[in-house]
């Protein structure tokens, strides 16, 4: 996509009268049609628990409306925990192994076209070199049938035991990924999805929308990804009507609309429509939590896209986030270090400062006991790699600026919500609210 010339005058990229930005931003997004029918199913499964091992945690325990499509926490607990949100605490009956290594994401706008690549590290893509064309950590094992990369991400979560899978042998679920079970036939998907179509209202909702198709796990991936895509697009904010010429910001948005796309330089990564360049960058990000190791490594690093490419230079690499609704979806950063959207724009001025100078009290963490969320911070050699790979020089503000900007990131918020939370599931297990 095309990227906003930062190095032209702040004064070259004001709204004109007519609202009209005067630096291009690259073509609008587009979006596929909605089939409404695929769309009210993947709404029923989104808040189903059916699909989690133990049945007690749906997509929408870690990506709820009422916390911006995420969670309300820096790193949050899934199999072993009882609540919602901030609220959520750990089951002191079936307590997790760790809490959730990475902050859970925001879901707005991920049916436009443009976005292609998903998860923190980007893991998982379009790529036509790889199987059906969507590379993911199955590699050659992946199946056949996804119609997007939306809807491959969208299902990996259930493969997870820290997320969703549940604890080792706990359910047939569970054990099938244990035993590295997963898309061969009688694997987790193929649990999964005998599951839901064992339940009349799937079974029937299915047959309507794939005559005579085997309701296999590709088909609720697929219309999962397509509730996501028409749920929760927004691109109706009041950055999009200025830019439309129907409305004019407030002076205060305005005046960080200007620093943004000017002298602060912020559009060198948040550009474009959507204020990403999809790509993935090292900005010295505190490191909390569990970090991202196989179960194999005691490590508690998160490596980022050095991960997925095995690259030294991709090393504390994640990806630059959407700042649609960003005003709605703290905390932020990979893993959720900080709670506040003046703290961490503060940490893009100057960023190896800020993660000296980090305190664990900038996150939001639900109490889990004998864990040691500073594990990383107290590790001198390891603050000294993340710095190293620090890649952003950030501008000088001013506490004024910062405001300015902070107006003006409440200018994109568009909490767009369409059909809502569902009154009930077709399995009968609680929906989550």
Not at 258 to 264: H, I, K, M, N, Q
């Amino acid at each position: 996509m095309q990227t906003v010339r930062t190095a032209i005058a702040a004064s070259a990229l004001v709204l004109t009268g007519q609202g009209t930005l005067a630096q291009d931003l690259g073509p609008r997004p587009q979006f596929d049609p909605p089939d409404m029918h695929s769309v009210h199913l993947g709404q029923l499964l989104f808040y189903d628990p059916i699909l989690s091992g133990n049945r007690n945690i749906s997509c929408a325990t870690c990506h709820h409306p009422d916390h911006g499509t995420s969670d309300g926490v820096s790193l949050g607990i899934g199999e072993g925990g009882v609540g919602l949100g901030p609220d959520r605490v750990v089951d002191p009956g079936n307590p997790p192994e760790q809490r959730i290594p990475r902050n859970s994401p925001g879901l707005w706008n991920l049916g436009a076209q443009e976005f292609t690549t998903f998860f923190h590290d980007g893991r998982l893509g379009d790529d036509p070199t790889q199987p059906n064309g969507i590379r993911t950590p199955l590699g050659a094992h992946m199946l056949p049938g996804f119609d997007s990369a939306l809807a491959a991400q969208a299902m990996f979560p259930v493969l997870s035991p820290d997320e969703m899978a549940g604890h080792y042998s706990e359910n047939d679920v569970s054990q099938a990924v244990r035993l590295g079970l997963i898309s061969q036939p009688g694997g987790a998907w193929d649990l999964i999805a005998a599951r839901v179509a064992a339940i009349p209202a799937y079974a029937e909702g299915f047959e309507r929308l794939a005559p005579g198709q085997a309701l296999d796990f590709a088909l609720i991936a697929n219309v999962i990804a397509d509730f996501v895509a028409f749920e929760w697009r927004a691109d109706d904010s009041p950055f999009d009507r200025a830019m439309r010429g129907e409305i004019t910001l407030s002076q205060d948005a305005q005046r960080g609309f200007e620093l943004f796309y000017g002298e602060a330089a912020c559009a060198r990564c948040h550009a474009g429509w959507f204020q990403t360049d999809h790509r993935f960058h090292a900005i010295a990000m505190p490191q909390i939590g569990p970090g991202k190791a196989a179960r194999f490594e005691n490590h508690a690093r998160d490596d980022g896209r050095l991960r997925v490419t095995g690259r030294a230079q991709d090393a504390f690499g994640f990806r630059t986030p959407s700042l649609r609704n960003v005003t709605l979806t703290a905390p932020y950063g990979h893993s959720g270090a900080f709670a506040a959207l003046e703290d961490v724009i503060r940490h893009h001025l100057d960023p190896v400062v800020s993660l000296r100078a980090y305190r664990l009290d900038q996150a939001v963490l639900p109490v889990f006991p004998g864990v040691d969320d500073a594990r990383v911070l107290s590790d001198p050699n390891a603050v000294a790699a993340i710095a190293q790979a620090n890649e952003l020089t950030g501008p000088a503000l001013s506490d004024d600026d910062i405001a300015a900007l902070i107006a003006f990131l409440h200018s994109l918020e568009d909490p767009a919500e369409r059909l809502g939370v569902p009154d009930a599931v077709p399995s009968g297990l609680p929906v989550d609210r």
